[in-house]
């Protein structure tokens, strides 16, 4: 049972666009979700968060949007650079030092 | 670099075999954890160890072990090894706790390749 769902597997935006990546989770004890960004061969990197007081979190061209009553959020990257190519992973966790429960990820290409 | 330290980077070695993935955590970080990446799976988290006692167990198969020492590094043990093992085997740390959560900081990741 995936608790934090991205439902699509890729994207693609032309340079200059707005990218708008998108995650649901079932889970009604989280409270805190981040996106990470992923290139191959390297972990993933810390990207944005957002705690459940809150409904925007923005950080430059970075802007995380969470909808508690839909149990959705979205991360938005304007305007979009080739260099945000990556695979975008959204994560979720509840109160606590509990683990992260991660999506599957989408990529993101943003082409030139 | 986010600060975390893993060895191996790649690692190839045969069925049945046993490896030992290194991670060593960021300055001051108290919790690592251990998530597996497999072709077209996200993160699975496997295990999480503070401060020496294991704190939180996630789909960690009974043939992989973990142990979190004194100095904090960490060690995952993967034994009996199976083709299916193969996989991205990412450590991550993390100090501060955010009061809702925490952010936690990956290293670059163990390659396991199971031939």
């Known amino acids: 049972d995936q608790q934090v769902k991205q439902n699509s597997p890729s994207l693609s935006v032309q340079e200059g666009r707005i990218s708008i990546l998108n995650c649901d989770y079932t889970?009604?004890?989280?409270?805190?979700f981040l996106w990470y960004k992923k290139y191959p061969a390297e972990g993933p990197t810390f990207l944005i968060s957002?705690?459940?007081?809150?409904d925007k979190n923005e950080d430059g061209r970075f802007t995380v949007f969470l909808n508690k009553s839909a149990k959705h959020l979205s991360l938005h990257i304007v305007p979009s650079q080739p260099g945000d190519s990556a695979v975008y992973f959204c994560?979720?966790?509840?109160?606590?030092?509990?683990?992260?429960?991660f999506g599957k990820g989408t990529r993101l290409s943003v082409i030139a | 670099d986010s600060g975390v330290t893993q060895t191996p980077k790649h690692l190839i070695t045969a069925t049945g075999q046993r490896v030992t993935l290194r991670c060593s955590p960021r300055?001051?970080?108290?919790?690592v954890y251990w998530y597996q990446q497999s072709l077209d799976q996200g993160l699975q988290f496997l295990i999480q160890?503070?401060?020496?006692?294991?704190?939180a167990k996630g789909n960690i198969l009974e043939r992989f072990s973990a142990q979190q020492f004194p100095d904090l590094h960490s060690e995952l043990n993967l034994s009996s090894l199976e083709l299916g093992d193969s996989a991205l085997y990412f450590c991550?740390?993390?100090?501060?706790?955010?009061?809702?959560?925490?952010?936690?900081?990956f290293g670059e990741g163990s390659w396991l390749t199971v031939v």
């Open positions: 889970n009604s004890m989280f409270d805190y």
């Open positions: 991550a740390s993390s100090g501060y706790t955010h009061p809702s959560g925490n952010t936690i900081y």
């Open positions: 300055s001051g970080d108290l919790s």
């Open positions: 994560a979720a966790s509840a109160a606590g030092n509990t683990p992260l429960v």
């Open positions: 160890y503070y401060n020496g006692e294991e704190r």
């Open positions: 957002i705690s459940s007081i809150k």
